[in-house]
Nanobody
Framework: QVQLAESGGGLVQAGGSLRLSCVASGSIFSTNVMDWYRQVPGKQRELVASIISTGSTNYADSVKGRFTISRDGTKKTVYLQMNSLKPEDTAAYYC?????????????WGQGTQVTVSS
């Protein structure tokens, strides 16, 4: 079974930086995608950034140029470096792992970490 554990959230002033980490334990397939999502109460969960096992990345328009997603050499830890934070970045941030096996995929979520940006 796969478990994901996020850390690194907190309170920061606008313009500041935070780095979120997500550590995966268990079986990670060679073809996988790791994502960062965020959610504000009363709104749908929003995809912030993705990194594929090939290393390719993708970002939401709202964070392009400010956030960077990366993985460590083991590929079991994914980071989200968040710079130039804005109050509208305030949300609970969740890590998601998708393991792919052929056309079948298995999704796993972390518990989330809160990011609060004060103006």
């Amino acid at each position: 079974q796969v478990q994901l554990a996020e850390s690194g959230g907190g309170l920061v002033q606008a313009g500041g930086s935070l780095r979120l980490s997500c550590v995966a334990s268990g079986s990670i397939f060679s073809t996988n995608v790791m994502d960062w999502y965020r959610q504000v109460p009363g709104k749908q969960r929003e995809l912030v950034a993705s990194i594929i096992s090939t290393g390719s990345t993708n970002y939401a328009d709202s964070v392009k140029g400010r956030f960077t997603i990366s993985r460590d050499g083991t590929k079991k830890t994914v980071y989200l470096q968040m710079n130039s934070l804005k109050p509208e970045d305030t949300a609970a941030y969740y890590c998601k792992l998708t393991n792919w096996q052929g056309v079948t995929h298995y999704d796993y979520w972390g518990q989330g970490t809160q990011v609060t940006v004060s103006s």
